[in-house]
C-alpha cells in the first residue's frame, strides 16, 4: 500500500438560514480502499431542512451580474490554489485515483470561470409588434429572470465536480440553492460551500444539509417554496423524484449507456486510446463513459488485440499511489454488481480478455468480448470499468443495437466517411454525437442532457443557466 498519512476525520456540519449547525445523529463517510472512517456529516431533520428552504426562499437577491461573476471567480482562484487538498480529498471519500481526482479538481475550476463569463451574457430578446393583422405600436421583450430556490440534488462520482456543474449556474442565473450532496461522499460538497462563502457570496444565497433521504427527500423537492430541482443520479431516482415534485422546473441527468461505434473506417488506434480513457475513466463510474463498442467484424479482432494490450498495462490498487490509474469502486457492493454483470455476460457466450478478478471494492480494467446484444450489461447501464465489446456486420446494425437501450445520453463514432457520419448525426437517439471522438468528450460551455430515460433539460453551463432562468413577456 502506497504510504499515506493518516486523515483526520472531518465533521462537518450543514449551512442552514445562514449558520453552520449540527445534530447529534451523525452519517459516517468510510474510504473504500482502506475502510477507514474520513468523515461525518449530519442526519437534519425535515424540519431542519424545511427551515433552510424557506430562508433561501425569503432572501431577495441584491447582486449584479457583475458581482456575481467576481465571486465565481474568485472562488475558482480559491479551488485552483487548493487544488492538491481537494483532489486528496475527493480520493480519500470516494476511492478515486488522484490522478483522476487531480482532472476533476481541473474540471471544476474551468466550470466556474465559465459560470463566471456566462453571469454577464445572461440577455433576452425583443420581439416585432406588426407580425399579423392586428399589429400594434408596441415594444415587446421577452426578459430572462432567476426561478428562485434551486434543489441541486447530486451523486457520489464526481463529489466535487457535480456540485459545482449545478451551483455555479444557479447562482450565475441569481438564483439561490440548496445542496443535498449524496451521503456516500459528501465531504467535498461541504468543502466547496466553504470556498464559495469565503469569497463572498452571500450566506442567505446558499445552504447544504444532509440526512437520510427518505425522510428529507420530500422536502428537498416537494417543498412550495422550491421552485426547480437539478437532479443527477439513477433513472428509477429520478422517476421518483418527478413524481415528489409535481408541477415545477426540472433538470434530470439520469445516466446513459453510451456506445462507442468502430466503422471499417475509422482509426483503430485513435479508437483504442479513447475507449482506454472513455471506459475506464473514474473507475468506469462516468454517465458519459463508453459503456458499449460496437466494432465492425472487419476490424475487431485488430481492435481487441490492441485495446486489451494497453489495458493489461494500466496500473489498478491504491488509490492514493500516483501511478495508480483505476482506483476503487465507491464501495464493494458497486464492484459486486459489475462482478455480476459480466459473469451474465460469460454464461451468454462473451469471453474476458483481461480483468475480472474483484478485490472488495477494487475491480480491474475489464475488457468482454463477443458480448451478445441482450447481455445485460449491454441493454443496461454497467457504472464500472469494463468495456464489452460487441460484433457487428454494419453500420445499420450498430445504430439499430445503440438505440436498443432505454438510455440516450452520448455517443461517440469512429469514421471517416461522410455517409457514415450523417447516418449516425440523423438516427442516433442520443443527446450527442461526437464524430471522431469518446462519448466522455466535455467541454463546460457545450450542452450536455440525454434523449429517453437519460433524462430532462440540458446542462453545461450556458445551457444550465438558460434551464434555470424562466422567460417574462414585459409588452409596453
Avoid at 466547496?192 to 450566506?203: A, E, F, H
Avoid at 415534485?245 to 461505434?261: F, H, Q, R, V
Avoid at 465507491?330 to 478478478?357: F, T, Y
Wanted: charged share 20%; with cysteine.
Amino acid at each position: 500500500m502506497h504510504a499515506v498519512t493518516k486523515p483526520e476525520v472531518e465533521h462537518m456540519q450543514c449551512f442552514v438560514a445562514g449558520e453552520w449547525i449540527d445534530s447529534k445523529e451523525r452519517l459516517e463517510v468510510y474510504n473504500p480502499y482502506t475502510k477507514q472512517l474520513v468523515g461525518t456529516v449530519p442526519i437534519l431533520t425535515a424540519q431542519q431542512v424545511q427551515q433552510a428552504v424557506d430562508a433561501l426562499a425569503a432572501y431577495q437577491p441584491k447582486l449584479s451580474a457583475h458581482q456575481r461573476s467576481e465571486i465565481l471567480a474568485k472562488a475558482a482562484a480559491e479551488i485552483k490554489a487548493h487544488k492538491d487538498k481537494l483532489a486528496m480529498g475527493i480520493s480519500m471519500e470516494s476511492g478515486m485515483s488522484l490522478a483522476n481526482a487531480q482532472t476533476e479538481v481541473s474540471r471544476s475550476v474551468g466550470l466556474m470561470l465559465t459560470a463566471s463569463e456566462e453571469a454577464k451574457r445572461i440577455m433576452g430578446e425583443q420581439l416585432p409588434s406588426d407580425t399579423d393583422s392586428a399589429g400594434r405600436d408596441k415594444i415587446i421583450l421577452g426578459m430572462r429572470f432567476p426561478v428562485g430556490v434551486v434543489t441541486a440534488i447530486v451523486p457520489f462520482n464526481r463529489p466535487l465536480n457535480q456540485v459545482v456543474v449545478k451551483v455555479a449556474p444557479s447562482f450565475a442565473a441569481g438564483n439561490k440553492t440548496i445542496i443535498k450532496p449524496t451521503e456516500k461522499a459528501p465531504l467535498s460538497a461541504f468543502r466547496y460551500v466553504k470556498i464559495l462563502l469565503n469569497s463572498g457570496m452571500p450566506p442567505e444565497m446558499i445552504s447544504i444539509v444532509s440526512g437520510r433521504p427518505s425522510e428529507i427527500g420530500e422536502v428537498l423537492v416537494g417543498s412550495k417554496n422550491v421552485d426547480m430541482v437539478t437532479f443527477t443520479g439513477s433513472t428509477a431516482t429520478g422517476r421518483r423524484l418527478a413524481n415528489m415534485a409535481g408541477i415545477k422546473k426540472l433538470t434530470i441527468e439520469a445516466g446513459g449507456n453510451d456506445p462507442l461505434i468502430l466503422c471499417e473506417d475509422g482509426d483503430i488506434d485513435k479508437a483504442v486510446s479513447l475507449a482506454v480513457a472513455g471506459a475506464f475513466g473514474n473507475a468506469g463510474q462516468s454517465c458519459r463513459g463508453i459503456k458499449r463498442i460496437l466494432a465492425m467484424e472487419s476490424v475487431a479482432d485488430e481492435f481487441a488485440s490492441k485495446f486489451t494490450k494497453k489495458v493489461k498495462a494500466m496500473k489498478c490498487g491504491d488509490p492514493f499511489d500516483p501511478e495508480t490509474e483505476i482506483g476503487t469502486l465507491i464501495d464493494e457492493e458497486a464492484a459486486m454488481r459489475v462482478e455480476a454483470a459480466v459473469n451474465a455476460a460469460v454464461k451468454q457466450g462473451a469471453k474476458v480478455l483481461c480483468g475480472h478478478k474483484r478485490e472488495g471494492a477494487l475491480y480491474p480494467p475489464t475488457v468482454v468480448d463477443f458480448v451478445p446484444p441482450d447481455a445485460d450489461m449491454v441493454v443496461n447501464e454497467c457504472f464500472g470499468p469494463t468495456a464489452p465489446i460487441v460484433r457487428v456486420k454494419n453500420l445499420q446494425q450498430a445504430v439499430e443495437i445503440a438505440n436498443s437501450t432505454d438510455y440516450g445520453l452520448q455517443s461517440g463514432v469512429m469514421t471517416k466517411n461522410l455517409d457514415n457520419i450523417r447516418y449516425c448525426i440523423n438516427h442516433l437517439k442520443v443527446g450527442a454525437v461526437n464524430i471522431n471522438e469518446g462519448p466522455q468528450f466535455d467541454m463546460p460551455n457545450i450542452p450536455f442532457g440525454g434523449v429517453k430515460q437519460s433524462g430532462i433539460g440540458r446542462e453545461g453551463i450556458r445551457y444550465a443557466i438558460q434551464e434555470m432562468t424562466y422567460v417574462k413577456t414585459v409588452v409596453m
